[in-house]
């Protein structure tokens, strides 16, 4: 296509967007009027193309998805082979190989005997539906649990946004107007304020969720070490459900296949989604034990069934990408290279922290990373500013893609197959970005 025809096209995408659609997450009052609306038409690796023909670093792996960049060969044969064959079919009283292949390979990611059954969903948000109703519903149907209708998550969490997900939620950005509906949740801070709970509350919890190792929503902070390792030990003592929520942090994004195995934890229900398919197609899977799966059993009439599902349940596309996902991962060694990339990640965002004006702190786990900006002062720009967004217009002009996960944080997530100079480059337009869009902020009376 000539330069002017690409303009026409990108022209008229645009057009159709601004008439018709409605985006995520986003003040639709000011879509398009302050900076240029970007269509995505094509990604390569880490790298993605507009509809004019520029490129940028995928840098937060397209809303924390991505695993193994965009595609990857062997991922897209495979969805190309099932597409071929057949694209969906009903999970409802039916089954399929590549269902069956998928859930025994997550199963033994695990010790042997510990998490044995797999839920297929959608999503994030359904993935952790599904363990909030699972652990509701056993302990409702298991003598002497019945009266565990209680749920806790910690301050500042974010689990997702079906009802039932953001009745967990702690930002309150997200989450105030719809307290109320849901399940019953209590927050907590830290393993202090939970011990300090009476005993006659926490006999009435079924289960307490967290991201394990760091919290994403939450300007991407990381846990103490050793926390998690004592949830497990509360949970357990307490005849309490730990529920791990892995959408953001499973499939190697911490170093590891699934954060908790930082510190040997198995948790009674893990919740995993994005980077299931390598965000491929939408898929979403919760991994449980024997016992819950057993308290379902019992004669028809006792009605145990776990009457919860979707249409695309264990859809055909998604469980051929995910099976693909975990081939790359033994025969690209993607875990054992990991550990250079992440240690050079935490490298640049210190030397970010030391070098930037506007940057104030910075937090890493894995090749995650959060940037806190403030005014050169340090004191902290206001909510309406929007200093994290207008950092991420400025950093378009040199090359990368990202958003801020609150204003004044900005995050780092890209796709694990990145190599050093694209991290490199990484930074380099980070630095870039984060001076230009705020100087402007700066510079205002």
Excluded at 156 to 185: K, P
Excluded at 374 to 390: I, K, L, N, V, Y
């Amino acid at each position: 296509m000539t330069t002017q025809s690409l303009q026409d096209f990108t022209q008229c995408a645009i057009a159709r967007d601004l008439a018709h659609c409605w985006h995520p997450f986003t003040p639709q009052a000011l879509w398009g009027r302050e900076a240029e609306v970007l269509m995505l038409q094509s990604g390569k690796g880490v790298w993605l193309t507009d509809s004019l023909g520029r490129r940028y670093i995928d840098g937060n792996s397209s809303i924390w998805v991505n695993i193994h960049g965009h595609g990857h060969p062997h991922i897209v044969q495979a969805i190309q082979r099932q597409a071929a064959t057949i694209c969906h079919s009903s999970f409802l009283g039916f089954g399929h190989a590549l269902a069956s292949e998928l859930a025994e390979k997550l199963t033994r990611l695990f010790p042997s005997g510990k998490l044995t059954r797999v839920f297929f969903s959608d999503d994030g948000s359904t993935a952790i539906e599904t363990a909030l109703k699972m652990a509701f519903q056993s302990c409702s149907q298991t003598p002497g649990r019945e009266q565990r209708r209680h749920f806790i998550a910690f301050s500042n969490c974010y689990h997702g946004d079906t009802m039932g997900a953001a009745s967990l939620g702690g930002v309150s950005t997200f989450f105030s107007r719809f307290r109320g509906f849901g399940m019953q949740v209590t927050h907590v801070r830290e393993m202090d304020e939970l011990r300090a709970l009476p005993t006659d509350f926490t006999d009435t919890v079924a289960g307490i969720v967290i991201e394990p190792i760091i919290q994403g929503v939450n300007r991407m902070t990381p846990w103490r070490p050793g926390l998690l390792r004592e949830l497990r030990e509360y949970c357990t003592q307490r005849g309490i459900f730990l529920i791990c929520d892995e959408v953001m942090t499973g499939f190697g994004r911490t170093g590891k296949m699934f954060a908790c195995m930082h510190e040997d934890v198995i948790p009674d229900f893990l919740c995993c989604a994005k980077g299931l398919t390598s965000g491929y197609t939408p898929m979403a899977a919760c991994l449980t034990t024997e016992e819950v799966y057993n308290s379902f059993l019992g004669a028809y009439s006792e009605n145990k069934s776990f009457y919860y599902g979707h249409s695309f349940t264990a859809h055909p596309l998604g469980c051929a990408a995910a099976l693909a996902s975990l081939e790359v991962f033994e025969q690209e060694h993607v875990l054992e290279n990991l550990p250079p990339k992440i240690a050079l990640l935490h490298q640049l965002a210190t030397e970010l922290r030391t070098n930037n004006p506007y940057v104030c702190a910075t937090r890493t786990c894995g090749l995650i990373a959060g940037i806190d900006i403030a005014h050169q002062d340090g004191t902290p720009f206001h909510q309406d500013e929007r200093a994290g967004e207008q950092a991420c217009f400025a950093m378009r002009r040199h090359g990368l893609l990202t958003r801020p996960v609150t204003h004044d944080t900005i995050v780092a997530m890209p796709p694990l197959c990145i190599n050093e100079e694209e991290l490199h480059l990484l930074f380099r337009a980070m630095d870039a970005g984060i001076r230009e869009g705020l100087d402007k902020l700066e510079k205002r009376p």
